[in-house]
């Protein structure tokens, strides 16, 4: 999705590569996973630092898990710079996945892939939502934090990691 955005990435690996960084994408995957690998290797703490101070972040389904306030099925919580509750794995199990069309504010209807998504259980006064499935919010974002429940780079669209990426609604 970066490549069709015109935008250059890197991984992320280990502290200092996150020096310079202009904004973090956090991908889909199993959250827990993805923390305790950035904890092993020393990478949660100077990350969540940087989130707090601002770093802009785009969260897709696993990352919104790290990205959240709370999460109403789980013990711990991760990064919590996002206002929300999620509930994680909300809309089922892997063969429960599922894509459709969410309605996004400002993009219109957006194709969306639903794996094992999250789904926001609450909003706090200082978010944003975005895009709904339904009633159901499934884009918040919290100033330079923007976090999509689904996959928009399964779907071949770009409009949402344009509006992350800052290149407006089109």
Request: net charge positive.
């Given at each position: 999705m970066l490549d069709r955005l015109g935008a250059t990435g890197r991984p992320v690996l280990r502290p200092e590569h996150l020096h310079g960084l202009a904004g973090i994408v956090l991908p889909g995957g199993e959250p827990t996973a993805m923390w305790r690998i950035m904890a092993r290797d020393g990478l949660a703490e100077p990350l969540g630092q940087a989130l707090?101070?601002?770093?802009p972040a785009f969260g897709t389904c696993a990352g919104m898990v790290l990205l959240a306030r709370e999460i109403t099925n789980w013990p711990e919580r991760f990064f919590g710079v996002i206002d929300i509750a999620v509930e994680?794995?909300?809309?089922?199990?892997?063969?429960?996945?599922?894509?459709t069309v969410v309605s996004a504010d400002g993009l219109g209807d957006v194709p969306a892939v639903f794996i094992r998504a999250p789904l926001v259980r609450r909003v706090g006064s200082g978010v944003e939502v975005l895009a709904r499935l339904g009633d159901q919010p499934v884009m918040v974002r919290q100033g330079s934090l923007l976090a999509p429940s689904f996959r928009p780079e399964l779907t071949g669209d770009v409009p949402v990691g344009r509006r992350n990426c800052g290149q407006g609604s089109h």
């Open positions: 707090r101070e601002g770093l994680r794995n909300a809309t089922g199990r892997q063969v429960d996945s599922f894509a």
